[in-house]
């Protein structure tokens, strides 16, 4: 599977090509994805935010489930990449006509698209278009399931390293409903890719995934204990919507034992960051006067997030053409032959 | 009305101003559309599919009746023109204010668009607006209830002449649903105009127009006769939404007596094509051994479709900017006398 | 207050950063948008008609409530200034996730977003997230509850100012339902600051608020006293979904009494122009004799409309670059000394 995963997001020479999972991609991947980010960080300071890279291109926003903020982080990376953008609602359109998904997709192909961004309520479904795509289109996963959402742990990864200088020494927990979280999934191989020291998971028992240490992750069922001189501190947002009523009380409840206040996070490392994928919860997983308080770096992860996510889609799009120049290079070596 | 139909399309030179419908057009306009179109084929391999015939234009998109697939074609067909385009879900807006249809376009047309792409679920709505539009603006039919759909008519009329070299000797077998059919339609006088030598129409009787044989066309109700040594086969799409109940017993009985299979496929030509406008209902109208079969050529009348949609409108510009820089000279030559 | 509405409009050196309401601008600066507005009308003739004053800028419609005319309009300004767009319809996202208001904002200005586009049903809200929005983000409100509409007011300006050389000496009256209209507020605020020698309001009493007369106007209960000899005369339209229905017997009452025909035309000036803002109820504040006829301009108001939005855009964003220069140059000079 972590062969399947590597073969089909990296080029014969080892460059991008898909970006679907952690998993599979080495760290000098995740290294060149962070440093490429960083050019495009510089360029969203500038009076002229537009680089020309992905100009001529057609990206297609393919969101089987609706959700408008990460939708708008992609096109507007697309279209500061200098894209052409399509946003397609799955819901309203297509698959109401009773067209098969591959049918779909066939159709979005043969529009000469350059890359479809897919977002799906289940797990494995941009694995399995990626599988199925023709060589022309790149395939960007923008959150899918329980399984993954790697832009999502890639932007927390350069937070990470802008704030902390690197990931060698740090001790990263991550609080909350890791059960229901593709991010928690992402963050965790992420991490261990990027080398860094100790990743715990923070949260209730029932919202705990079985046998998540055989990950490489330390379990914690007690806040305090699990955030004791941790560098970072990552809150997850509280799926309210994706959990049973049965796994957790209430709200309030979960405030009481999990939520980070100024309190709680005195045991942590005196320099400790606070981050959050977003949206917060205020007063459930999060106190105001953390999220607006020094430690949150949370608004500096949305802004780092366009750059990452603008480094995914312009190496993932070169990626694509190197493997088109070289299968061009072979054919003509073929007939000369 | 043939006339009407003729002086509404064309300048006075007899260029492209609107593109409503096949009646009316000359075989000079729809091979000039085929030649333009194959022009921008090439451009949709290139790394770089934009190209500059429309900047600085507005395109709006009219759509009165949803259809995602047709408006993203007309989308991308003027963003790679280089055009701004404006979605706009009437549905959604406007007329929900109890504004008239008319005062609504004249508001349009007060916003300087240049080019309105209507879809319309009512026949001849695109006609009355082009009648009724100033001369600033080109209109573009992209279906309109039982009427026509011109550009899909083209991008057909594209691919057989792709594969097939031209029109002249060939067979060309419509199978389906022809009494619903806005696409049938259009097919039939774009076939007759570029000289196809037999149309026929393929269907149960309850699905074929009375009176049909008047447009110059050979009804079969058996669908074997019906493809017999033909070149071309175009299976049109079962609209269920729009079928009175009564006049089909049920899908499988239907694919039981019209379904396109390999089997069936024996008698036609042995290099026949098969065609599909897409979305195909498998099982319905066709096997999936056939959509997904050498002789379909379903996906690329979609990559066609692209370039046929980028050569009907900047054909259509070129006109109305050919025919307001008449009425300059014109005016000009007026002052000096 | 007033003071409030000039400091968050203005940068120091008096140049505009938000456009949030009519009051507390000054009048160098309305006839600065208007003279801006100008050149723009002249490039929505031309065969190109967009300018790069906003290349690589992101400005985002924030509509909170559903507006396809008013969010067209802007969403054409800014592409004409070569803006990207992003399109965020609050109903469906965002909110329903049960993020706060101000969450979402600090987001999209995370983004590196330069200009938000605000409509909100409840009076002050663009106001509201003026006060609360970082420098980087020019806000521009597209129409907040009852309480102003001022690009409205402006290509209104635009239009009399066109059609009667300026405002010196003008009588204009505003009819109809003045109580629930943020848009009569906004003119009467820019007739008066422009010079406008007798501003009136005519309507029935429960369509006018009380205490109305202390804006500078003359109230009119009856619809002849009121135009008479009026330069410009201002249909507003009957928001009939605002309305308690208390308040109105019936539409046909109301045209019987306020509507606007021909035959009551006659008492205003001989020159008089009548304008709408859109869309219009025929047969209900205004007869199709009138609204289709020679002294209506209020198509050119739609072309106008346009073109004032890019004035306002353009230079609030060169305000911004101003305001970022100076604060440099400052912090620069701290650093020498």
Same mark, same amino acid.
């Given at each position: ?134 060589? %022309? ?78 990950? $490489?992750? %330390? ?42 206040? %100024? ?19 205020? $007063? ?54």
């Amino acid at each position: 599977m972590n062969d399947d995963y590597a073969t089909l997001q990296l080029t014969e020479d080892g460059q991008l090509r898909n970006f679907i999972s952690i998993r599979g991609l080495p760290k000098s991947i995740l290294e060149q994805i962070l440093d490429t980010a960083a050019s495009f960080v510089d360029v969203g300071g500038r009076d002229i935010k537009n680089v020309p890279l992905l100009r001529g291109k057609t990206v297609v926003n393919l969101f089987f489930e609706p959700s408008t903020r990460t939708r708008s982080t992609f096109e507007l990376a697309a279209k500061r990449l200098s894209a052409d953008v399509l946003n397609i609602d799955i819901a309203r359109s297509a698959t109401s006509k009773g067209e098969s998904l591959m049918d779909m997709l066939r159709n979005l192909e043969a529009m000469a698209s350059d890359m479809f961004v897919v977002r799906h309520a289940d797990s494995g479904a941009p694995h399995y278009i990626a599988r199925h795509a023709t060589p %022309n289109v790149a395939i960007i996963n923008a959150g899918d399931g329980r399984h993954a959402h790697p832009t999502q742990a890639m932007l927390d990864m350069y937070t990470i390293r802008h704030y902390k200088g690197g990931f060698e020494g740090l001790t990263v927990a991550i609080v909350g409903d890791i059960l229901h979280s593709r991010v928690a999934r992402s963050q965790i191989y992420a991490l261990r890719t990027l080398g860094a020291k100790e990743i715990r998971v923070v949260g209730p028992k029932t919202l705990i995934p079985t046998a998540i240490e055989s990950m $490489g992750v %330390n379990v914690f069922t007690h806040l305090e204990e699990g955030i004791k001189d941790a560098d970072v501190i990552i809150a997850l947002r509280l799926q309210k919507e994706r959990m049973d009523s049965a796994l957790l009380p209430s709200e309030s409840e979960f405030f009481d034992q999990y939520g980070l206040t %100024n309190e709680r996070l005195k045991v942590a490392h005196p320099e400790a960051i606070v981050m959050h994928p977003g949206p917060i919860n205020r $007063g459930v997983e999060i106190a105001s006067e953390v999220a607006d308080g020094p430690r949150a770096v949370i608004l500096h992860q949305v802004t780092f997030g366009i750059a990452v996510r603008m480094a995914v889609m312009s190496m993932s799009m070169g990626g694509r053409e190197a493997e088109r120049n070289a299968a061009r290079r072979q054919q003509e070596a073929q007939h000369v032959r």
